[in-house]
């Protein structure tokens, strides 16, 4: 079964198709700033890529676009739409009504809409990609995946925030977690690499990439994670400053004259690895920068992975322990030198990092010595095969 997953952002849409029982990659590619004069076209996979300079209004001439390279050109995929036999759409907030991936029809679709209030720039670009699939290939299945059901699991005690509790009967406002596809995964590829059932696991996962998330699976069943009601809480991120002090945010308004938008730009934007090291949000440039003796350079990268290790703590305490410790995305599968800062100290807890192992490179492998109670693995995070095999068992279940 080919499925088409689609990752539509306020101004990009991003695809893979996919052929699920192979797992191949057939095709891929992104469209970015759509709506824009400079909109661009990137189709093709990484030995065979074309940028394509051309213009689109919207998710629908965007979509139009996609579906040509798809079929014809250079860049061609399949011979025609009939061999797409399903879309999977990435969508951001789930809120209280996703606890799973579902088949998108009118309701689907109303929901994703009223819990927009929740994620505006994400749910209303979901909402965009579907409605131009609707358009252009008209009675095609889809199916939505939300970054936050996974974490539909977690208790009143971990979810809440402790404020007036009307706030969250007014606003729905609670803790939904993001990144929940990528958690999932890495969960579950951990468990197969280990041959051992998820349900006999202590697992903390890690999604260290721009945006940087963990989170407690406690026997197969996530029971915590450090996203919030968006995903700008918990760890300190590429631009994101992660969880700080909520009495810093007034304080700023204040001293600094900004709006409640602007301290959230700065928030989101300015902020994390970035705002300290003055340099680059880009762990490459904050760790070389750091090497050749740039002292915030240094700072950002201690805070970084101080960050993450005091959520190792976190998870070892409410799960009672830990079996596996998943690390994945672009810093947590290819920085060497933060996982073995993140790990420092940690032996007493029987969590000790095989310095060998930690410097080699490869796909899924676990880096922990032989002798460490707790394993340490790396599993390179795919949330787009996730969405093609979810959408691939809604199928087969419409079927059955
Ligand atoms: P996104 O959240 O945008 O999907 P990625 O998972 O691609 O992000 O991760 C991007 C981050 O990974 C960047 O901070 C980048 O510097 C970091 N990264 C990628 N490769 C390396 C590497 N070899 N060493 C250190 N950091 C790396």
């Given amino acids: 079964m080919n499925v088409l997953v689609l990752n539509a952002g306020s101004s990009s849409l991003k695809y893979q198709l996919i052929n699920v029982e192979s797992q191949t990659v057939m095709a891929k590619g992104i469209c970015e700033r759509v709506g824009s004069g400079e909109a661009f076209h990137k189709h093709g996979l990484d030995d065979n890529e074309h940028v394509i300079d051309a213009p689109?209004?919207?998710h629908n001439e965007a979509m139009a676009?996609?579906?040509?390279?798809?079929?014809?050109?250079?860049?061609?995929a399949i011979d025609s739409l009939d061999e797409i036999d399903a879309i999977g759409h990435r969508v951001v907030q789930g809120g209280k009504y996703f606890d799973r991936s579902v088949l998108i029809d009118d309701d689907v679709v109303s929901k994703i809409d009223e819990l927009a209030e929740l994620a505006p720039l994400h749910n209303k670009a979901a909402l965009?990609?579907?409605?131009?699939?609707?358009?252009?290939?008209?009675?095609?299945?889809?199916?939505a995946v939300f970054d936050t059901s996974f974490f539909q699991t977690l208790l009143p005690k971990a979810y809440m925030y402790p404020l007036p509790y009307e706030l969250y009967e007014k606003h729905s406002i609670r803790k939904y977690g993001a990144h929940g596809t990528s958690h999932r995964y890495i969960a579950q590829r951990a468990a197969d690499f280990l041959d051992?059932?998820?349900?006999?696991?202590?697992?903390?996962?890690?999604?260290?990439?721009?945006?940087?998330?963990?989170?407690?699976?406690d026997h197969g069943v996530a029971i915590d994670t450090s996203m919030g009601l968006t995903p700008l809480d918990?760890?300190?991120?590429?631009?994101?400053?992660?969880?700080?002090?909520?009495?810093?945010?007034?304080?700023?308004m204040e001293h600094e004259g900004l709006t409640a938008a602007e301290v959230n730009d700065l928030m989101n934007k300015q902020s994390g690895l970035l705002g300290i090291s003055?340099?680059?949000n880009d762990l490459r440039t904050?760790?070389?920068?750091?090497e050749e003796g740039h002292e915030r350079a240094q700072l950002a990268y201690d805070m970084y992975s101080y960050s993450v290790k005091k959520y190792i703590g976190q998870y070892i305490a409410v799960m009672g322990g830990v079996d596996v410790i998943v690390l994945s995305a672009g810093v947590g599968e290819n920085c060497d030198k933060m996982r073995r800062m993140i790990f420092t100290g940690l032996q007493p807890l029987g969590i000790k990092l095989d310095l060998e192992k930690n410097k080699l490179r490869g796909g899924?492998?676990?880096?922990?010595?032989?002798?460490?109670?707790?394993?340490?693995?790396?599993?390179?995070?795919?949330?787009?095969?996730?969405?093609?095999?979810?959408?691939?068992?809604?199928?087969?279940?419409?079927?059955?």
């Fill in 65 to 76: 676009l996609v579906l040509e390279a798809l079929t014809s050109g250079p860049t061609k």
């Fill in 196 to 217: 051992e059932p998820l349900d006999d696991l202590k697992i903390i996962t890690c999604h260290l990439g721009n945006g940087c998330s963990m989170s407690a699976i």
């Fill in 234 to 252: 918990g760890l300190m991120m590429g631009t994101r400053c992660g969880a700080i002090d909520p009495a810093i945010v007034p304080f700023i």
């Fill in 56 to 58: 689109m209004r919207d």
């Fill in 364 to 400: 899924e492998r676990e880096i922990s010595t032989d002798d460490s109670e707790v394993q340490i693995l790396v599993i390179p995070t795919n949330e787009e095969y996730m969405i093609a095999l979810d959408t691939f068992d809604l199928m087969f279940e419409g079927e059955a």
């Fill in 278 to 280: 003055g340099l680059s």
């Fill in 128 to 143: 965009m990609g579907i409605n131009a699939c609707r358009e252009q290939m008209p009675g095609k299945p889809m199916v």
């Fill in 286 to 290: 904050v760790r070389t920068a750091s």
